[in-house]
């Protein structure tokens, strides 16, 4: 049976997946028998494949289209619902920083009638969402190492950095109301 903080985890995750889709990224799950030999449902929820190991992520989102000369975009999705006084360490966005690392330099081919095919490859980054905030270290060390996966902040509690510019006018204030509710 689920605890007080995990649901409100998974309700946090849901409402992030819901504005990504206004955004124009759609949802992705892994079910049995896709075919696909980089996602699969685990114990813990959705595992994609690295070059070194499946890892565990709270979601996964793919943009609805991809630029020109690029793969397609994957957005790794960590929604974090701490308590108010416990906020988002750097420990959580250097595993962010190593599996999207090691999800970015996966290569796969299968064999398919005697010739090996390619598996699709994506360009995959990474956001953690917080209600309680990040702290320094968190905020400072994806700038260090080249990468940003602390992404935007959803909480009003951590300053609010939502986009003023967003798509509708309507999502700012749901946010908010989902995120007093957990």
């Known amino acids: 049976m689920a605890n007080i903080s995990q649901v409100r985890g998974a309700?946090?995750?849901?409402?992030?997946?819901?504005?990504l889709e206004k955004f124009d990224y759609k949802t992705i799950e892994a079910y049995p028998g896709h075919g696909n030999e980089t996602?699969?449902?685990?114990?813990?929820?959705?595992?994609?494949?690295g070059r070194g190991s499946w890892h565990q992520i709270d979601?996964?989102?793919?943009?609805?289209?991809?630029p020109a000369f690029?793969?397609?975009?994957?957005?790794?999705?960590?929604?974090?619902?701490?308590?108010?006084?416990r906020t988002v360490g750097i420990e959580v966005v250097r595993n962010s920083v190593g599996v999207l690392k090691d999800i970015s330099e996966n290569y796969f081919t299968m064999p398919s009638g005697g010739a090996n095919v390619q598996i699709p490859r994506f360009?995959?980054?990474?956001?953690?969402?917080?209600?309680?905030?990040?702290?320094?270290?968190?905020?400072?060390?994806p700038l260090v190492v080249g990468s940003s996966p602390t992404g935007?902040?959803?909480?009003?509690?951590?300053?609010?950095?939502?986009?003023?510019?967003?798509?509708?006018?309507?999502?700012?204030?749901?946010?908010?109301?989902?995120?007093?509710?957990?």
Request: proline fraction near 5%.
């Open 59 to 66: 979601a996964l989102a793919a943009f609805k289209s991809s």
């Open 70 to 85: 690029m793969y397609p975009l994957r957005l790794m999705v960590e929604a974090k619902c701490y308590q108010n006084h």
């Open 11 to 19: 309700l946090l995750e849901e409402a992030v997946l819901y504005l």
């Open 152 to 182: 935007p902040t959803i909480s009003h509690r951590c300053g609010g950095k939502l986009s003023p510019d967003a798509p509708s006018s309507t999502s700012r204030p749901m946010l908010r109301w989902i995120v007093s509710l957990l």
């Open 123 to 141: 360009n995959y980054h990474s956001a953690i969402f917080s209600t309680s905030g990040y702290t320094s270290g968190a905020i400072d060390y």
């Open 39 to 49: 996602l699969r449902g685990g114990h813990s929820g959705l595992e994609v494949r």
